[in-house]
């Protein structure tokens, strides 16, 4: 949700479902689902009013489809609140039933009453086994006049019983927050996180001030859940859970509960968050400064340019606090923040500089070109390489020769930015890079990597001449790059890199080779599968290509190999697959031997030719 209409409509939303208004915020919801169909935001909201209205089937729906697809913790959540039993009711049959009112004894039955009562009693039994199965037969019977006792319960003596009891509540759907209350001092830590998942929930202003406590817990997932209980309090409007959310961000015991306030502070997107951030953002003294910058950052509101800008360019805040202030400044893509970054350029810590340099490439402002190629001879190589990326994304072409000469002093990143800028005079500079004995080796394999953006034909001499570099990173990065290109040409020439002086080469070549597809390949991979003396995983890897190219003539070389009790078991295996996979029944007996040698690929490679690995029939020749 990226415009600002956008995001009015949900604040209206978030509003009207605050007020307890969900089926006129249901029809917002929907509205900005249309043109955002897959934002978790808006998903987990319609979900949250669909609860709210009793729609609990398609509630349950949505949360598993935000649990499947993007793992959404407050998906997961919601869901462990929502009893499958309850999937065909509406919400006033539900909460009817489940409703304080429920807590008088009703006459179902005497046999029930009777039952409910035995099981009340022997909860006060001296023997904890008979506790825990009074409290799970609660559970079962489903009588709302357990839920007093139960709730007791929670803070029984026994870990058993207390999870027992927190069980049997959840199952008779208690919607009173009262005992989710007690239960948050209870000694169980299971306890505790259940009671505090369900306040976030229930959405009940009573569970702020308790919540806020519970963020002191001593176990962390009960502290990650009363901030996410917090943030959905804070969705329908609760300033002090937006100000404890603030304060986890400043203090929180752990980094997981800090990332969740941050995660939550930006889903509550608007000014109630913005301001508590910005102060946050200011203090000097706090270790939250670098937090509340980065959360402002994915806000995405431009109120937040000129208080980062503020940190940025004030050299008493502290390295770390400046730095995410650049960051944030990068992502928030306001070009106000363009001089102020050009300024850092000149910083006197290279991490600064750096982060300027990265901050600048974000913003997309061709003013930012002229200072960049400056920072291009920056003494730091990490600034320039950074500065070399940022030139790149900008994409100017006026950074081609100061690009070249940066690639010439051995700036790596310069080849790709070189690559993205293309033309005549980027292509004589990468490729003359290659031939020069004075560039670095680290250059040479960045332009042998980046040769195919070019969409030049005349990369390819260059990248061939590149597989007798005498560095072997460079001849691997080559072989790598002809297997992308797909030209055939390069088929001789990978065969012969077959037989490089290094493994690492001579892998890359097969792999190539495969992808390739040409059959020319055939013999000479067969000729590495059957060299006993080749390393294993060169072999495994001309395995794998002769696979790919899928001609019979490896069968017979496959087979002996499969058969050689010597071979590494990897080898062995590899064999085992290619020969299901090439579909030539020569190869049943051997894999039948195989299989009862324990090969790993034996089984799968018979099904694959029509013999079941458990009948041990084969087909008819």
């Known amino acids: 949700m990226n415009t600002h209409e956008s995001k009015a409509l949900y604040k209206e939303a978030a509003r009207l479902a605050a007020e307890g208004r969900c089926s006129e915020a249901l029809p917002l919801v929907d509205q900005l689902l249309e043109k955002y169909p897959s934002e978790p935001q808006l998903l987990y909201a319609r979900a949250m009013c669909l609860t709210r209205l009793g729609q609990i089937a398609e509630s349950w729906a949505l949360c598993e489809r935000l649990k499947r697809e993007f793992n959404h913790p ?23 039933e489940r409703s304080a009112s429920a807590r008088q004894a009703r006459s179902k039955s005497p046999v029930t009453i009777l039952e409910v009562m035995r099981c009340v009693k022997r909860l006060q039994s001296k023997d904890s086994d008979e506790r825990l199965a009074a409290a799970e037969a609660l559970g079962r019977l489903g009588d709302a006049r357990a839920i007093d006792p139960l709730t007791e319960a929670l803070g029984d003596a026994n870990r058993n019983v207390r999870k027992a009891a927190a069980a049997a509540l959840e199952r008779l759907g208690v919607f009173e927050v009262e005992p989710h209350l007690r239960a948050l001092q209870a000694k169980s830590a299971e306890v505790r996180l ?46 002090r859970a937006i100000e404890a959310l603030i304060r986890v961000l400043r203090e929180a015991m752990d980094p997981v509960s800090a990332k969740n306030a941050e995660t939550a502070l930006m889903e509550l997107d608007d000014e109630r968050s913005f301001y508590p ?46 730095e995410a202030a650049a960051e944030a400044l990068g992502k928030l893509g306001d070009t106000r923040a363009v001089e102020p970054l050009v300024r850092t350029l000149n910083d006197r810590d290279l991490h600064m500089r750096k982060a300027a340099a990265e901050a600048l490439g974000k913003l997309g402002d061709n003013s930012a070109v002229p200072p960049l190629i400056k920072a291009l001879a920056d003494r730091d190589l990490h600034v320039c390489e950074t500065a070399a990326e940022a030139l790149e994304k900008l994409g100017d072409p006026r950074a081609v020769g100061p690009l070249t000469k940066a690639l010439e002093d051995g700036n790596a990143a310069a080849a790709a930015a070189l690559a993205k800028l293309g033309g005549e ?44 570099d005498r560095e072997l990173h460079v001849r691997q990065a080559a072989v790598m790059t002809l297997a992308r290109l797909g ?33 020319r390949a055939v013999v000479p991979l067969i000729r590495v599968v059957e060299d006993e003396e080749a390393f294993f995983g060169l072999r495994e890897s001309a395995i794998a290509a002769l696979g790919q190219l899928g001609d019979r003539r490896a069968v017979e070389s496959l087979i002996r190999v499969l058969g050689d009790g010597s071979a590494y078991f990897g080898i062995r295996d590899a064999a085992a697959k290619v020969l299901g996979d090439l579909g030539d029944r020569r190869a049943v007996e051997p ?20 013999v079941d690995p458990i009948t041990l029939q084969a087909p008819a020749r």
Request: aromatic share 2%; hydrophobic share 45%; net charge negative.
């Open 591 to 610: 894999l039948l031997k195989a299989l009862k040698a324990e090969n790993n690929e034996a089984a799968a490679a018979l099904r694959r030719l029509g």
């Open 487 to 519: 030209d055939d040409r390069a088929v001789e020439p990978l065969i012969v890199a077959l037989q490089d002086k290094d493994l690492h080469v001579c892998e890359a070549a097969a792999v190539a080779l495969g992808k390739l597809g040409d059959k």
């Open 277 to 322: 951030l910005v102060k946050t953002l200011r203090d000097k003294s706090s270790d939250a400064s670098r937090n509340a910058a980065t959360t402002l950052g994915d806000l995405g509101d431009p109120r937040a340019v000129d208080p980062l800008i503020e940190v940025l360019s004030n050299s008493r805040y502290s390295m770390s606090h400046r």
């Open 425 to 468: 005079e980027a292509f004589r500079s990468l490729t003359s890079a290659l031939v020069n004995e004075e560039v670095t080796v680290g250059v040479r394999k960045a332009v042998v990597s980046v040769l195919e953006q070019l969409g030049d034909d005349r990369v390819f001499e260059p990248l061939i001449r590149a597989l007798d």
């Open 74 to 96: 407050r998906a997961v959540e919601l869901m462990a609140q929502l009893e499958t039993e309850t999937a065909s009711r509406s919400k006033e049959a539900d909460l009817a």
């Open 194 to 239: 259940k009671a505090a998942r369900a306040l976030g929930q229930l959405g009940d202003p009573r569970a702020v001030q308790p919540l806020i406590q519970t963020l002191g817990d001593p176990d962390t997932p009960v502290r990650r859940a009363a901030v996410s209980a917090l943030e959905s309090l804070g969705q329908l409007g609760e300033r």
